[in-house]
């Protein structure tokens, strides 16, 4: 029988009613005693990274769980972890940068509501989880969450309360879990080496601009100080203003970039990502300036390999030659 360790951080899944709303409180041994099935499938242990509601997580928690992964690793054919909905995805694509090539499975899953509620998604995805966590063709980071098994570099939370909470941006659902077996759309037939390769650093100093109509570029001047990167969520496939045909936008990215700092150009639109060669408004920053732009790469997968990118190096030529690397299929339509 496969021993798949499970790594507990909290969110709605551990979570109990307070004086002042949910909160998390309930531990990983409790959670799993919810769910007497997964006896049938592995041997289970259990481990309290934290309890935290995952708006209360950052890097340090991502740092931490790839350690936790990376201690515990010769001794479980698989890792589940237990995470709150709101921030999964940001963590599943932080731990796909930071555990590459796992020939063991990594899943992520949470649940929209407490397992301790008669009407839960928790005692499923925890099933669905443990399940995909055992299976033979099951490597790498993923997210198990309502039936579908989606690449760590590929999610979003698209649903803030109903159970189908979870996306794959851009890119099929890897597998699905029907009438209790895994159906694969996606196999990965890759060969994998015997260990991981485990990174211990990420630059938390990453900045996301969000682009609104009339936006004063002054802001980025004043983020130049306090960022190494700085990705500007744009309109369409991707471009910066320039209002009354001011160039103070493209000045202050200019400045960016003569200061040896990233800049990426990213859209707000939520698929098929961007393509700044096509539009005047993006075509000269893009070829001129030396911006980086996301193609079809998910939000959270641009922040956290950026984050990742600058925890190795600061040099612009290889940032950008490590961006453009595609690292679990997180940026393909280049
Ligand atoms: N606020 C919770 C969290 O992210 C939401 C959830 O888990 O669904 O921890």
Redo the contacts with the bound molecule.
Sequence with gaps: MKKILLIAT????A?KPTGSG?A?QITSEEIISCVPELASLCQVSTLQLCN?????LNCDHWLAMARCIEDNYRDYDGFVIT??????AYSAAALSYLVQNSRKPIVLT???KSIYVRDTDARRNLYDAFLYACDEQAHNVHLVFDGKVILGTRARKTRTKSFN?FSSIDYPEIAVVRGGKLVYFVPDTAAYPRYPLFYHALDPKVFVLKLIPGIDPSILTYLKDHYDAVILESFGVGGVPSYNGDSAFTDAIRDWIDSGKTVVITTQVPHEGSDMGVYEVGHSIKNDYGVLENYDMPLEAVVTKIMWILGQTKDPELVRYIFYTPVQKDIIAT
Excluded: C, F, V, W
């Design positions: 909290g969110g709605t899944i979570s949910l998390p935290l509601d995952s708006t209360n995470h709150g909905t709101d921030t999964m949470g649940s929209q909470a």
